[in-house]
């Protein structure tokens, strides 16, 4: 079994919609991430949270919101969704503090938003 | 202007050939470089990191950092079809900062 999962893999919404994107871990790491994926824009950072009571807004963070449900679960929302967050999502997780200590990401979420 | 550039590609080789990856970055703050690699429709995974400038071998792969040019280089030698992915660079400052991507480059090694 994947040690990071993300659903939905794929989804459609619709301008104004409101939804969430689910990641679960299994590698019973602290640190949780999630990022957006543009072509020709690598990755940029959306929230970071060092903990379940420790939540951070990343690069971009405006229009999207996060719950840390438990050390495993970190929840990102678009309130109401607009075209320009048409994306691949991606959730990563890491262990602690090193910056040599690798990022562990998940398959990702492709999201269309029409 | 981005903090970290990369060509974005697609760039084709035959298989055998030696291959260079290049980013370079404005932020003379980094110190730490990695290099992931992520294959279509799949999550990134971390390939090698280097601290500060030098070299850094792993197999058929070589990571370089010339911190006085704000360079950094992944060599690929005896590419394989296997090979063919999206190598994306990424640093950091220091233990707790977040990483800064480049934007990817699409590698394709042809049989």
């Known amino acids: 079994d994947a040690d990071v999962t993300q659903t939905p893999r794929n989804r459609i919404t619709k301008t104004g919609k409101r939804i969430m994107l689910e990641c679960s871990q299994t590698k019973g790491h602290d640190r949780m991430y999630w990022y957006r994926q543009d072509p020709g824009l690598g990755l940029r950072l959306i929230y970071y949270?060092?903990?379940?009571?420790?939540?951070n807004k990343g690069e971009i963070s405006d229009g999207y919101s996060v719950s840390r449900q438990a050390q495993a679960k970190f929840s990102l929302s678009l309130e109401s969704a607009i075209p320009n967050q048409t994306a691949l999502y991606f959730c990563?997780?890491?262990?602690?503090?090193?910056?040599?200590?690798?990022?562990?990401f998940g398959p990702g979420t492709r999201l269309l938003v029409l | 202007q981005k903090e970290v550039e990369q060509d974005p590609g697609p760039l084709s080789v035959p298989e055998g050939a030696i291959v260079s990856l290049n980013c370079t970055y404005s932020?003379?703050?980094?110190?730490?470089f990695m290099w992931y690699r992520q294959y279509s429709r799949k999550g990134p995974e971390l390939l090698m990191y280097?601290?500060?400038?030098g070299n850094k071998e792993d197999g058929r792969f070589t990571a370089q950092v010339d911190k006085s040019s704000k360079y950094i280089s992944l060599f690929i030698r005896d590419s394989q079809p296997s090979d063919s992915a999206t190598y994306l660079c990424a640093m950091t400052q220091n233990a707790g900062n977040m990483l800064t991507f480049g934007g990817g480059t699409r590698l394709m090694v042809k049989p």
């Open positions: 280097t601290y500060s400038s």
């Open positions: 932020n003379s703050a980094f110190q730490y």
């Open positions: 990563a997780t890491s262990p602690g503090g090193r910056p040599q200590e690798t990022q562990y």
């Open positions: 949270s060092f903990d379940v009571k420790d939540i």
